[in-house]
């Protein structure tokens, strides 16, 4: 009797462990849904980055373009205990992206590689993954963060494949605005800004990990919040390494 409650147990235990669903350190933003697999860029990709040229408030267009390697440095910096993609700058855009001239550029609606001439704007068709610096704020007032406002907006732009099949991240998009290019913003927080949005490129969504140190923690806990965390609350969110349980 022993023995076959010995067995019973075994088998439990079997299925528990055969059955459980990988466990995934981070929210992803999209998942292929016929496997459930999250979706990112393929490993060992680069990203060939396009920037605007405009500047962004008191920062010029190349200060602005130093930060952005910078965050990019911290992505990848993150090898070899993550496949992070690496990002090379492929160079400007041939006009300053604008309120009058985004919708060539950025869009909310994403599309697919098997149906390019579908896609709403022509880096998406040209599979141009742009920076872009909002210094009016109204890219991302008109079209990005209509519901609710925001200081910064990215996302995926398009996927190979199709939508009932979608393979792989192959252009994506990250808009910067007003807010970071202020005097009284610290250089810090715009890093840790353009590090947020770039994990949202990367494909990252928010993480919820340790929120109740946003609600009810001291400040000297505030550098437990992570990266990934839907509000931008500290100074040196933009380091990855400060995720570990308090
Ligand atoms: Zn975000």
Same mark, same amino acid.
């Given at each position: !009797?022993?023995?076959?409650?010995?067995?019973?147990?075994?088998?439990?235990? /079997?299925?528990?462990?055969?059955?459980?669903?990988?466990? +995934?350190?981070?929210?992803?933003?999209?998942?292929?849904?016929?496997?459930? #697999?999250?979706?990112? +860029? @393929?490993?060992?990709?680069?990203?060939?980055?396009?920037?605007?040229?405009? *500047?962004? $408030?008191?920062? /010029?267009?190349?200060?602005?373009?130093?930060?952005?390697?910078?965050? !990019?440095?911290? +992505?990848?910096?993150? =090898?070899?205990?993550?496949?992070?993609? /690496?990002?090379?700058?492929?160079?400007?855009?041939?006009?300053?992206?604008?309120? @009058?001239?985004?919708?060539?550029?950025?869009?909310?609606?994403?599309?697919?590689?098997? =149906?390019? =001439?579908?896609?709403?704007?022509?880096?998406?068709?040209?599979?141009?993954?742009?920076?872009?610096?909002?210094?009016? $704020?109204?890219?991302?007032?008109?079209?990005?963060?209509?519901?609710? %406002?925001?200081?910064?907006? #990215?996302?995926?732009?398009?996927?190979? $494949?199709?939508?009932?099949?979608? &393979?792989?991240?192959?252009? #994506?998009?990250?808009?910067? &605005? *007003?807010?970071? $290019?202020?005097? =009284?913003?610290?250089?810090?927080?715009?890093?840790?800004? !353009?590090?947020?949005?770039?994990?949202?490129?990367?494909?990252?969504?928010?993480? %919820?990990?340790?929120?109740?140190?946003?609600?009810? &923690?001291?400040?000297?806990?505030?550098?437990?919040?992570?990266? !990934?965390?839907?509000?931008?609350?500290?100074?040196?969110?933009?380091?990855?390494?400060?995720?570990?349980?308090?």
């Amino acid at each position: !009797m022993l023995f076959k409650k010995f067995s019973i147990l075994i088998i439990f235990l /079997t299925i528990l462990f055969t059955t459980q669903p990988k466990a +995934w350190g981070y929210n992803f933003l999209y998942i292929n849904p016929t496997t459930g #697999a999250p979706i990112g +860029w @393929e490993p060992g990709t680069t990203i060939h980055y396009y920037v605007d040229p405009g *500047p962004l $408030g008191r920062l /010029t267009n190349e200060q602005a373009r130093t930060l952005i390697r910078a965050a !990019m440095d911290v +992505w990848e910096n993150a =090898s070899p205990y993550a496949d992070v993609p /690496t990002f090379e700058y492929a160079g400007l855009l041939t006009e300053d992206v604008t309120g @009058e001239n985004y919708g060539q550029y950025v869009d909310l609606v994403g599309c697919y590689s098997d =149906s390019i =001439s579908l896609c709403p704007t022509q880096t998406q068709k040209d599979l141009k993954t742009v920076i872009v610096f909002d210094e009016q $704020g109204t890219i991302l007032s008109r079209e990005l963060c209509e519901i609710g %406002s925001c200081n910064a907006y #990215a996302d995926a732009g398009v996927f190979s $494949g199709s939508a009932s099949n979608p &393979g792989n991240f192959v252009q #994506a998009f990250a808009v910067f &605005g *007003p807010l970071l $290019g202020r005097s =009284s913003t610290p250089i810090t927080a715009v890093v840790a800004t !353009m590090v947020h949005e770039l994990g949202h490129v990367l494909g990252l969504a928010h993480a %919820s990990v340790n929120q109740e140190i946003y609600i009810h &923690g001291s400040t000297s806990m505030a550098r437990y919040i992570p990266t !990934m965390f839907f509000f931008s609350h500290i100074r040196d969110q933009g380091s990855l390494k400060h995720h570990a349980q308090p």
